[in-house]
């Protein structure tokens, strides 16, 4: 079985190429670091529930889209190996100096998870 670090975070429709370059970069990083895979998506049919729904997890604001993003690991010993690696690599901290981050990461969920199912 494996383990997937899961991401939902609100991203400003004007910020979506700059998000774009940002992710490409750190998903060249965390492969390079060991990751099995590094998975980003943008709503496409994420409509708001009626008790629950992504948009709603993110307290998405009508010029907000959302982002739905996975990376995957052996384990999550392997996990937190590479993450260390990471987070270490002066290229990571690079990509950020300077600028502003293109979402609001207060609103961002995520959390590490094991396999239940794989097919």
Known sequence: ????????????????????R???KAGKLWK????????ECIGDDVKPGKLTSFPQSVKLKPDETVVFSWIVFKS?????RVNKKVMED??????MEGKEAPFD????VYGGFKTLVVR
């Open 105 to 108: 990461s207060k609103r961002m």
């Open 22 to 24: 940002i992710a490409q």
């Open 32 to 39: 390079e670091h060991g990751a099995l895979e590094y998975i």
């Open 90 to 95: 002066p290229r990571l901290a690079a990509m």
């Open 76 to 80: 999550r010993a392997h996990r937190d």
């Open 1 to 20: 079985m494996s383990y997937v670090d899961g991401f939902i975070l609100p991203l400003p429709k004007k910020n979506l190429e700059a998000y774009r």
